[in-house]
């Protein structure tokens, strides 16, 4: 059994331990702590030229945001102050419109703009009205045109042309011009052969003395001579014979399409059928396209209504005199006629009538 002594030696053993214990913690806390500062002292340089790397890099990027900041704040400046002037000049000149619309001038100005403003919706529903009327009426024509009548209408400028023939005859030309290059290529080459000096070989046959030794050696044939001529090699008319195939089909081609063109230019049955569907109709349906003539008698309401529309949109701006204002007025319309469609003599009849009634 443990004495109370033994007991408080082995508490005071103890204690002891833990000092030592607590003291090599205290070494080892002293040994990190420096090697804590010396780590720190290192860190300070790269800690520093970080932190000198962050400042220029951050003042270079509030730089260029400061920059882009000003630019839209220029820019929204800029498009601020031309809304405003807009806005001023739009304000100015209702403002002024306002003050010269109580003068005479400007009275005169309101009140034919608002005649004019009724007046031009009326022209151009008449000008649609006329258009839809000789649409009508060459559709309804054109459908009671036989085919063969059609089709002779549309051939007619083709047969006129003869394209056909014409690149036929191109084409041909163009071989006879290879061709013609081809024989010409042939002569010079012959020339230049014939020009080379030739060789004295003994034991070579001439042409002249294989003619001479045809009746003596019966081995000896005539092909066996003209193997050897000469003038075997020079161009012949066989050669030229491609040049005067194509020349001659050349010239056979123009004279093809000229004698269909004059066939085609005194065929009169085009221009009989187009007077026949003139004189049936009043107008030849193959190739009038929209309205033959205005609605109108006078021709000096030609672009009528554009200008009366022109003038009430600048009107306000331009401040026309009551001289300058152009005069309102319904055109009148041509009577109608019997050798007309009845689509467009409708259409003159009903404008008459409302003009009646505008009159009135």
Same mark, same amino acid.
């Given at each position: 059994?443990?004495?109370?002594?033994?007991?408080?030696?082995?508490?005071?053993?103890? *204690?002891?331990?833990?000092?030592?214990?607590?003291?090599?913690?205290?070494?080892?806390?002293?040994?990190?702590?420096?090697?804590?500062?010396?780590?720190?002292?290192?860190?300070?340089?790269?800690?520093?030229?970080?932190?000198?790397?962050?400042?220029?890099?951050?003042?270079?990027?509030?730089?260029?945001?400061?920059?882009?900041?000003?630019?839209?704040?220029?820019?929204?400046?800029?498009?601020?102050?031309?809304?405003?002037?807009?806005?001023?000049?739009?304000?100015?000149?209702?403002?002024?419109?306002?003050?010269?619309?109580? *003068?005479?001038?400007?009275?005169?100005?309101?009140?034919?703009?608002?005649?004019?403003?009724?007046?031009? /919706?009326?022209?151009?529903?008449?000008? %649609?009205?006329?258009?839809?009327?000789?649409?009508?009426?060459?559709?309804?024509?054109?459908?009671?045109?036989?085919?063969?009548?059609?089709?002779?209408?549309?051939?007619?400028?083709?047969?006129?042309?003869?394209? &056909?023939?014409?690149?036929?005859?191109?084409? =041909?030309?163009?071989?006879?011009?290879?061709?013609?290059?081809?024989?010409?290529?042939?002569?010079?080459?012959?020339?230049?052969?014939? =020009?080379? @000096?030739?060789?004295?070989?003994?034991?070579?046959?001439?042409?002249?003395?294989?003619?001479?030794?045809?009746?003596?050696? @019966?081995?000896?044939?005539?092909?066996?001579?003209?193997?050897?001529?000469?003038?075997?090699?020079?161009?012949?008319?066989?050669?030229?014979? /491609?040049?005067?195939?194509?020349? &001659?089909?050349?010239?056979?081609?123009?004279?093809?399409?000229?004698?269909?063109?004059?066939?085609?230019?005194?065929? /009169?049955?085009?221009?009989?059928?187009?007077?026949?569907?003139?004189?049936?109709?009043?107008?030849?349906?193959?190739?009038?396209?929209?309205?033959?003539?205005?609605?109108?008698?006078?021709? &000096?309401? *030609?672009?009528?209504?554009?200008?009366?529309?022109?003038?009430?949109?600048?009107?306000?701006?331009?401040?026309?005199?009551? =001289?300058?204002?152009?005069?309102?007025?319904? /055109?009148?319309?041509?009577?109608?006629?019997? %050798?007309?469609?009845?689509?467009? &003599?409708?259409?003159?009849?009903?404008?008459?009538?409302?003009?009646?009634?505008?009159? %009135?």
């Amino acid at each position: 059994m443990t004495s109370a002594k033994d007991h408080l030696r082995n508490i005071d053993h103890s *204690t002891a331990k833990s000092e030592e214990h607590l003291s090599d913690i205290r070494s080892s806390s002293a040994s990190a702590a420096q090697s804590a500062a010396q780590n720190t002292q290192l860190l300070k340089g790269i800690a520093f030229t970080s932190g000198a790397s962050m400042v220029f890099n951050g003042i270079t990027a509030a730089n260029t945001a400061k920059m882009a900041r000003t630019q839209e704040a220029q820019l929204a400046l800029q498009r601020e102050q031309h809304a405003l002037q807009q806005a001023v000049a739009e304000q100015t000149a209702r403002h002024e419109f306002s003050m010269w619309r109580q *003068t005479p001038e400007g009275t005169a100005f309101v009140d034919w703009q608002q005649r004019a403003a009724a007046l031009v /919706p009326l022209l151009r529903d008449r000008e %649609r009205t006329w258009q839809a009327a000789w649409t009508n009426a060459i559709g309804r024509a054109q459908a009671q045109i036989p085919p063969d009548e059609k089709r002779r209408f549309t051939n007619h400028p083709a047969r006129l042309k003869q394209n &056909g023939f014409k690149i036929a005859s191109i084409v =041909s030309f163009i071989a006879a011009g290879l061709a013609a290059i081809g024989l010409i290529f042939q002569i010079l080459t012959a020339s230049v052969l014939e =020009s080379l @000096p030739q060789t004295n070989d003994p034991d070579r046959l001439t042409y002249a003395e294989c003619l001479e030794m045809l009746d003596t050696n @019966p081995i000896l044939t005539e092909a066996d001579c003209e193997a050897i001529n000469p003038a075997a090699d020079r161009p012949g008319l066989r050669d030229a014979r /491609p040049l005067i195939l194509f020349a &001659g089909l050349g010239i056979t081609f123009v004279v093809l399409r000229k004698v269909r063109q004059r066939a085609a230019q005194a065929d /009169p049955t085009v221009q009989r059928e187009a007077a026949a569907r003139t004189a049936r109709w009043g107008f030849d349906p193959l190739t009038t396209q929209g309205a033959w003539y205005a609605w109108h008698e006078s021709q &000096g309401f *030609t672009g009528y209504a554009d200008r009366i529309e022109h003038m009430v949109r600048t009107g306000p701006s331009q401040r026309p005199q009551p =001289s300058q204002l152009i005069r309102l007025q319904v /055109p009148t319309p041509r009577p109608p006629d019997e %050798r007309l469609p009845a689509e467009v &003599g409708h259409v003159l009849a009903s404008f008459q009538q409302e003009n009646e009634e505008l009159s %009135r």
